[in-house]
């Protein structure tokens, strides 16, 4: 079944015109910067540089959730990075070549040590302060394993049913039933594993919450590509309770807002440099200076 012409690949591909949809004038098959840019530094010796996407969630609640635990070392300024090709400044491709955020650096010993990928910053928070991935070998395994089925398993939600549901230049039905599959499947995988334990390592909430719930919390609630009513979020109940239960973490409410650019002016924290930033320095307080 397909609603589009047939495509007869080339034996080369080439590329000789925009992929098409959202993000088409930014999207390319090269690396590298496309212009000199220094990035900011602050004081803290975290430094992020970011956007509030699912993937740039993950770790401003891991660093929230590290602060309200008592860490103080966890202390971060927080950078915004929009996607519209300041990723490929050469100050952001040096912090992560993948020209994706999140990209961290953390400047508290002699020799900076750059850290990029959503899942590799949580390993390298929880390790660095010991906190958030279990020492029991049984639960720590389970963590991992969830971790890793997020970072596998979000590019079918993101890049497979969000590109082609929300984003794509023309609706495809062979597409976007093949990924609302995956997505669906995805969504039984995590119902079933919460419907007998709190959270998805056991009874104990770690990096592997952090993880997931940026992405198939907001799917749940509909935050994600205006795709909850099709497919039938509401059915979930064990990931809705998990996600209500995540989503009144105090911590979690302040790693939302870091970063955001969209939304209600007083979710949106475009960046973060000191705790008493989430009462004096949001959207609705300041305007467009933090825009500027």
């Known amino acids: 079944m397909t609603d589009t012409p047939a495509y007869e690949p080339p034996k080369v591909w080439t590329w000789n015109k925009e992929s098409g949809g959202r993000f088409a004038s930014i999207n390319r098959p090269i690396a590298g910067p496309t212009h000199d840019k220094e990035l900011p530094v602050g004081r803290h010796p975290l430094q992020l540089y970011s956007l509030a996407t699912p993937n740039g969630v993950k770790v401003t609640v891991m660093l929230e959730e590290l602060l309200a635990a008592g860490h103080k070392g966890a202390e971060y300024d927080a950078w915004l ?3 519209d090709g300041n990723q490929f400044g050469s100050g952001f491709v040096a912090v992560n070549p993948n020209s994706k955020i999140p990209a961290l650096m953390d400047r508290s010993s002699p020799e900076p040590i750059r850290v990029f990928e959503s899942g590799s910053i949580l390993v390298y928070l929880a390790e660095k302060f010991g906190a958030f991935l279990p020492t029991d070998a049984k639960a720590r395994a389970e963590t991992f394993s ?10 079918y939600l993101g890049g497979g049913f969000g590109h082609f549901y929300a984003y794509a230049p023309t609706k495809i039905e062979y597409a976007i039933d093949r990924f609302a599959m995956e997505v669906k499947r995805q ?10 334990n709190e959270y998805l390592a056991g009874d104990v909430y770690t990096i ?9 919390g907001g799917l749940a609630k509909g935050l994600l590509y205006g795709g909850g009513e099709f497919l039938s979020v509401q059915d979930y109940k064990n990931v809705q309770r998990w996600t209500d239960a995540i989503a009144a973490r105090p911590a979690v409410k302040r790693g939302r807002m870091v970063n955001r650019t969209w939304g209600e002016p007083s979710s949106q924290l475009h960046e973060r440099h000191e705790a008493s930033d989430f009462e004096t320095r949001t959207q609705d307080k300041i305007g467009e200076l933090a825009a500027s």
């Open 187 to 196: 969504l039984d995988v995590l119902d079933r594993r919460l419907a007998d």
């Open 208 to 216: 592997a919450d952090m993880a997931v719930w940026p992405w198939y």
């Open 146 to 155: 969830w971790l890793f089925w997020q970072m596998g398993a979000a590019p």
């Open 81 to 83: 990075i929009k996607i």
